[in-house]
Structures are given as structure tokens and as C-alpha cells.
């Protein structure tokens, strides 16, 4: 018996999607949620690198993730991969850009197609966690450091001589309060 292989009809995500609600309210109801949505798809296909709440990052990375993996498989000629890209992107320009120059780059990718890392949160300022979006293989400097605990790195060797200043300072402090 000849079984037929499903797995190729059936967009499978190589991220995790949680099964949870976001929490992510928008004072123009469903509507003006899905527009903030397009709107983040389309910055994220325009500029390959965005920074914005975890919340809003985490759902958005499944919307591109099945938007380019459907491009993928089905090509511009696709009517309905068309009408989605259409959709999610709100500048037309970039449809082609998706076609053009993103699907190329995906060919040969096993991997997701876009990386998620957690960035600062200004302080003093919002509660809410942040995060950088990127689409893999843009042409920014990469945001991952291999072994952030390098003491050779200028971060590191700033911050050290930070504490040692500080250190110092406050042991003349103690040392002149001893002294009178």
C-alpha cells in the first residue's frame, strides 16, 4: 500500500508557536491589532531588523516564519501565497522583495528564518521586555556573541576597571574616616 508523503502539504514552522494568549490589546479592537501586526511585517521585511516588546515579537515571528516558508513552497505563481503576502504587507514594494530577494536566501535553510534575542529595557522607563527581530542573513553585524563572558571583551574590560575605581574610591573613603 502506497502511502502519500502530507508532510508536503502542510506548512510545518521550524519555531515554537505558543498556545497562549498575548495579551496584546489594541483600543481599535481585533482590527487595529491585525493592522499593527502588517505593519510590523512589513517594517521587518523592509528593514530586516527591528526592536520592539517581546509580546508583539513573539507573535509576529510566526506570522513572517509561515509567510516566507509559503513563499517558499509555492512561488509568486500561487494565487493564494500571493493574496497573503498582499495582506501582510502593507508596501507593495516589498512583496517583490520577499520573492526577489528573501526566498533566495531561504532555499537551502533547514533552520527558522529569523532569530529573536532579548534586548535592554530602558531604564528608567517601561515594564515591558524587549526584544530584537531579525530576518537571518541581512547584512547587520550579528547581534550573538559566542562567549559573552570573555574577560578580553572592551565591555568587559570597561566594566572591571569600573569596579576598581569604584572600589578604590570607596576604601580611601573608609581609610579617611578611620584616620579622624
Known amino acids: 500500500m502506497n502511502q502519500a508523503n502530507v508532510t508536503k502539504l502542510i506548512s510545518k514552522l521550524n519555531i515554537h508557536v505558543p498556545n497562549r494568549s498575548r495579551k496584546l490589546k489594541n483600543p481599535a479592537g481585533g482590527e487595529g491589532r491585525l493592522l499593527k501586526l502588517r505593519k510590523t511585517l512589513t517594517a521587518l521585511v523592509k528593514y530586516e531588523r527591528i526592536e520592539l516588546n517581546f509580546n508583539r515579537a513573539e507573535e509576529a515571528r510566526g506570522f513572517i516564519e509561515r509567510l516566507i516558508s509559503d513563499a517558499l513552497r509555492h512561488g509568486p505563481g500561487h494565487n493564494e501565497t500571493m493574496e497573503m503576502a498582499d495582506y501582510w504587507i502593507l508596501e507593495k514594494q516589498y512583496v517583490h522583495k520577499l520573492f526577489k530577494v528573501l526566498v533566495p536566501r531561504y532555499t537551502n535553510f533547514t533552520t527558522s528564518y529569523t532569530a529573536m534575542y532579548n534586548a535592554p529595557r530602558p531604564y528608567p522607563g517601561e ?8 530576518l537571518k542573513g541581512n547584512v547587520y553585524p550579528s547581534l550573538h556573541q559566542a562567549y559573552p563572558q570573555k574577560r578580553n571583551l572592551i565591555h568587559n574590560i570597561l566594566l572591571e576597571e569600573a569596579r576598581k575605581e569604584f572600589r578604590l574610591k570607596k576604601y580611601n573613603e573608609i581609610v579617611n574616616n578611620f584616620e579622624q
Do not use: A, I
Not at 515594564?127 to 531579525?134: A, T
Open 127 to 134: 515594564y515591558y521586555k524587549k526584544s530584537v527581530l531579525e
